[in-house]
Every structure is written in C-alpha cells, then in structure tokens.
C-alpha cells in the first residue's frame, strides 16, 4: 500500500434548502473551492484526476438514479472513472475511504470525492421516513420507522445500564452549538446552556429537537493524492501542497435489527484490560460495536495505543447527543459507561471558548470543534467529507483562513481522527489523519 | 413549398398538468441570473410487492395468537426476531414458539415519528426480552401513560397480545403491562 494524503477539500454552506441550485452546483461550490485552495486550474484539475467517487445517500431524497454520472459531467470530470459508495449516514466516511483505498492501491495518483445530499425536497416527516427505511422493512419499519426513536431507546439503555443523564446528553448539544456559534459553514449557530436542550420540544423521549441533527441540503468534496500526486500537483501549481497524510483507516459493521445485537464481552482496546467490564453485556444495545472495531482497527493501523493521550481532536458522527457519549467509549477515550462523566467534566470541549459552565478538564480533547451534525447539519453524502475538509484545515493551523476566525483552531494539531456512523451503527469508519508537511 | 400550402403541425393540448399559466420573464437575458428557482411538486407513489419470503411463518403465526422465533439446529442459539439461518454457525434454525410475557430491555416514546406514523403519535416502542432467549424484539406498548415515561418502565412485565384483524405486519401483535 502507498501513502495518500489529503491534499485539499471544500464545503458548501450547508443549509435547510437550496431551491436556488440543484445538486451539481451545490458539488460544484465545494469542488472550486478545493481547487481555488490549491491553486489549481478547473481544466488542469480534469487532466491531473484519474479518478472520482460519488458520495450520495438516499435516492428517494433526489428521485433521480445515477446522480453521480451528473455531477461527473458538470465538474468537468467526464469521461474518467468513478464510482458510487452508499453506506447510510457513513456514506461520507466510507467513500473518503473508498478514495483512499484507490490511491494505496496504486489505481489513481490523484483522486477527488465528491458528495452531497439534498435532503429538502420532501418534507421532514416523509424524510424521516425515507431515513427509516435503512431500517429492515420485514421486521423494525412497519412497528414505527424512526430513527430518533431507535437512538432514544438506545440511550434509554445507556441510562438503565450507567447512569447517563439527560443534562450530561444536553452538555453535548451546548458544547457543539457554541462552537459551530465561530463556524461560517454551519447550519445552526447559536449559544445555548443545558436548559435549553430539555425545555426544547420532545421528539423521543428522553432525546429533544436540541439533542438530534437537521436535514440538510450540502456538498463537500475532497482531494487524495499518491507522493506521485504531489508531485504532479506541485508541479502544476507551482508550490507544494500542504496536506494530511491518512495514517490509519478502520471500520465495521453491526446487525441492521438491533434486536439482534449479542450481549457478549467487550472488544478491546490495547490500554483496556477484561476486568474493566466484568458483568458488563456487550454491545447489548447500549453501545456500537462497530464503532469500537472501527476504531481499533483505524488505531491499530495508525499505530495508536492510547486515543486520548496521541489525538488531538476529533471530528465524529454527532447525529444524536446520546450517541456523541457513546462513540467517546466506542473510540476508548474513556470506559464503556463514563461517556457522561467524560462531557460533564469538559473533556471534549474546546479548550478556550466560554460556554457559561466551569469545567474541571476542559478542552482535553477537543470533540466536534466544527460543532459537529448537530449544529453544522447532516447532508448524508457529505456530512462524512465535510469532517474529513475541518480536520484538514485543522492540521494545517488554516481554520483561521477558512473560517475567518481563528476560536476553533485547535492549537498544534498534529494528528486527529473522523468517524462517521450509519443508523443504530449498522455502518462505522474511523480515519486518522496526521499533519502531512 | 409555398407559404399558404404549408401544413400547420400542432401537438394537440389539454389543460390537463398544466399548473401556472404565465412566468415573468425578463426582456434582457443577462438578468435570467437573478431569476428566483421555479419549485413545482412531483408526486410519486409506488405499491410493493413485497415477499416475507423465508420469514412468512412468522406472520402467519400472529395471524394465528402465536408468537414466533427461530432456533439454531446446531448451536441452539435462540433468536427473539425470528431469522432462518444463525449469525455465529451458519446453520439452518427451527421455529419455536416464544413466551406470551416477557420484559421490556428498554423503550421509547415517539412524540414525533415518520410521516406514515405520524397519525399514531405518541406512540411508544420497546424491545422485549425474555429469559432463556438470547435476542430481543421490537414492539409497541399499549397500556401506559406516554405523558409520564419513565426509567422505571424498564424491567417491567408485559404481556403479548393480538390484533383480531390480521394485517400481516409486526404490528399484528403488541404488548401490554402483564
């Protein structure tokens, strides 16, 4: 395998709806920005790529098949090649891997992924029914398709089990508004404090509007390169990019019912021992085993063995504040049961930034710095390649150029991971991405 | 062909689909730029034809006042949502007929739901367990207060019971507090 590196990325601002463009000039505002970034010229760009990946969920969002071959010729990338990843809300995650896996594998030198979602073209409810179809239509859809109401049960699991509190959720929904209030990509900026959260309309007990995602229209879009890549870039542009390298990638995969995940032992990481979880049954429902093997493999690869003391920040798949808490232990920055205490001692909040509330250890890692899904939104083919672009910006100190502000930069960054997850954890990738220059 | 011979050709027109009759338009092309989006609505309905296929026995069974769920042949693991064939041996499962009381392993109540079930709301989901059985089971609970959820629903007994009416769904049974 060779090395691959993230060279650039962009992002449209996501939004409720954009009635003003359909889809492929949406990628395109995402893609022109990566290219403007790295100085690179749209027809140099459609001679250097050799290949692309599409990025997109749900066809019943579009209600147009084949949806990549049309933003392919808009972005002026016809007749390369390319292909199409779904993989639910992962999509994102998991075609950013895709892309990687052509460049190690040696087929591309250069490769950009695309993605997007336009998720406004039907209205919330019937969205949440097309999401809930990612659920199986024999069995869990005809009993009440809807995916608030899993992850709600879910965490009501977490709680029986743990103790987890509402406040302790709603401290996740405070931390990643605040700091999408210093996003300019973000859907919802806004400052809000635990009372907020809970005082927001129910949708599944015990999770309220303040504690899920929004639809989103959104693209995003990402360049991989080879060390030959960058050097074809480089000699295109005339300066070197710089970029992140993909240090390690990880992934897995859980039983689509839930009803049908085991109750069995805990997989481990390397700074865990058995004795930790005695009498504890995994992943039951009250946690995503997916997750975990997404991370142990991603970490394995990286050569990480304790995430908390050798990452910097992460960007993870906040669709829910219940399951922010539950991917902290999936991903071993604290043990199966102490997500709540891990955000309510500060942990994974932005180390310089004001939320109104005094930490013990704020800002030992930062979670979601960008504000995460919940505020910046979720346009499923994207939201996967928008982490990948804010983690990049991230290790190369630019946030303050691309966010016009530097409160989100996380200062030093040299290595940070993304992870993207698709409903109840059917579908889970983790990437590590390490400062590349 | 001279003028006055020339047939008019003309593709015959009803006002049938038509849905706005006059769009503003700009005299000066350059200003089409800032033209607001025209949005229309395209309606779309579809009716399956879907096959429970190796799952049919179930459904069956509801229809009939039983609850069924499979169990490997070969390692006996037992499966509380029915599947024919096991995750951790591959071997083929037998029916078996589940318990009429069981728990519920946790739950939910759906203020809001997706656009089909929005009519039903609220509306509240568990998964059922039950001794002996090493998977669980999503239903509906009827019988509680949805105002008052609480964590002590959790570990509380309920009973299976069917609808008189088959529709051949898993709806066609649901729990109530035993």
Redesign the interface.
């Known amino acids: 395998m060779r090395p691959v590196y993230l060279v650039s990325g962009g992002v449209s601002k996501f939004a409720k709806a954009r009635p003003d463009v359909t889809f492929q000039p949406m990628v395109k505002e995402a893609y022109d920005y990566a290219l403007k970034d790295l100085g690179l010229e749209f027809r140099k760009a459609a001679e250097l790529v050799d290949g692309t990946v599409a990025s997109y969920f749900s066809d019943h969002f579009m209600r147009q098949l084949k949806a990549g071959s049309m933003v392919q010729d808009y972005l002026g990338l016809t007749p390369k090649p390319s292909k199409r990843i779904e993989a639910g809300g992962a999509t994102g995650g998991v075609a950013f891997q895709s892309g990687w896996e052509a460049v190690a594998s040696g087929r591309y030198d250069i490769c950009v992924v695309y993605g997007w979602e336009t998720m406004s073209h039907v209205n919330t409810w019937k969205g949440n029914e097309f999401i809930a179809l990612a659920s199986d239509v024999s069995f869990d859809y005809p009993v009440g398709g809807f995916y608030s109401g899993y992850y709600a049960m879910m965490v009501v699991r977490h709680m029986q089990e743990f103790g987890t509190s509402v406040e302790q959720m709603a401290l996740v929904s405070v931390k990643n508004h605040n700091n999408a209030f210093h996003n300019p990509y973000a859907q919802k900026r806004m400052k809000i404090r635990i009372e907020d959260v809970r005082a927001s309309e129910m949708v599944a007990w015990p999770l309220t509007m303040l504690d899920i995602c929004v639809m989103s229209d959104g693209a995003a879009v990402t360049i991989l390169a080879s060390e030959d890549g960058l050097n074809k870039l480089e000699k295109a542009t005339g300066h070197r990019p710089k970029p992140a390298k993909v240090a390690g990638v990880g992934g897995g995969i859980d039983a689509m019912r839930m009803a049908d995940r085991p109750h069995g032992e805990v997989i481990l990481l390397p700074h865990e021992k058995a004795e930790d979880y005695r009498g504890l049954k995994y992943p039951g429902v009250h946690s995503f085993r997916a997750g975990r093997m997404a991370s142990k493999t991603a970490y394995q690869m990286a050569g990480i063995t304790n995430p908390l003391e050798e990452l910097d920040f992460i960007e993870l798949h906040d669709a829910y504040t219940s399951s922010e808490i539950q991917t902290y232990e999936d991903m071993g920055l604290c043990r199966y049961g102490e997500g709540g205490k891990f955000v309510e001692a500060g942990k994974p909040f932005m180390p310089n930034l004001e939320y109104g509330y005094r930490f013990p250890e704020q800002g030992k890692i930062p979670v979601n710095p960008s504000g995460g899904l919940i505020a910046c939104g979720h346009p499923v083919g994207a939201t996967g390649l928008m982490q990948a672009v804010f983690a990049l910006w991230q290790l190369q100190g630019s946030i303050g150029k691309h966010f016009g502000s530097n409160q989100l930069q996380v200062k030093n960054a040299r290595r940070g991971a993304i992870h993207s997850h698709a409903g109840t954890g059917t579908y889970v990738v983790v990437s590590i991405l390490e400062k590349g220059f | 062909m001279a003028e006055q011979e020339k047939k008019r050709i003309k593709l015959p027109e009803t006002d049938e689909g038509t849905v706005l009759f006059n769009v503003p338009f700009p005299t000066d092309l350059k200003d089409l730029k800032g033209m607001a ?1 025209i ?1 229309i609505k ?1 309606p ?1 309905h579809i009716d399956y034809i ?1 096959s ?1 296929g190796q ?1 049919s026995p179930f459904f069956a069974g509801l229809a009939n006042g039983k609850l069924l769920g499979t169990r490997c042949g070969p390692c006996k693991y037992t ?3 029915p ?1 024919l064939h096991c ?1 951790y041996c591959g071997g083929e499962c037998d029916w078996v007929e589940l318990p009429k009381e069981g728990a519920v ?14 009519k ?1 709301t609220p ?1 509240v ?3 059922v367990e039950w001794p002996g059985v ?7 609970l009827m019988g509680v207060d949805p105002a008052k ?1 609480s ?1 002590d629903w ?1 570990g509380m007994k309920v009973r299976a019971q069917f609808k008189r009416l088959s529709k051949f ?3 066609d049974v649901y729990f109530v507090p035993a």
């Not at chain 2, 946790?106 to 929005?118: A, D, I, K, P, R």
């Not at chain 2, 090493?134 to 509906?140: G, H, I, P, Y």
Request: aromatic fraction near 18%; charge should be negative; glycine fraction near 4%.
């Open positions: 989006p949005i395209q779309y879907h429970y799952d499966y509380g949502t599947r995750m392993h946790t739950f939910t109540v759906c203020q809001y739901g997706s656009e089909e079930f929005l039903e509306f989901l568990i998964l090493d998977t669980l089971f999503l239903a509906r959820p964590l959790v769904k898993p709806t």
